[in-house]
């Protein structure tokens, strides 16, 4: 599972953000921040809640603001 949101009005540079599932080793989601097509920082989160929770205090994004990759 792989979930993009961009960002509207960045102050610290991040442009999107990307939830993916990491199922077969941590059994967690990494949150991903990009800057750029080259420059990205995560965080780890137990559950796809605690990701989400990340992305909505730390910029807004709700839960029907995320679209799911293929």
């Not at 960002?7 to 990491?22: A, C, P, R, T």
């Not at 967690?28 to 921040?33: D, E, S, T, V």
Request: charged letters at 30%; proline letters at 0%.
């Amino acid at each position: 599972m792989k979930l993009k949101a961009l960002i509207q009005n960045q102050n610290d540079g991040v442009k999107w953000l990307i939830i993916e599932s990491d199922e077969n080793d941590t059994k967690g989601y990494f949150l991903y921040y990009h800057v750029d097509d080259n420059n990205a920082y995560d965080t780890w989160h137990k559950s796809i809640d605690d990701a989400y929770d990340a992305a909505s205090q730390q910029y807004g994004i709700r839960k029907e603001n995320w679209q799911e990759l293929k």
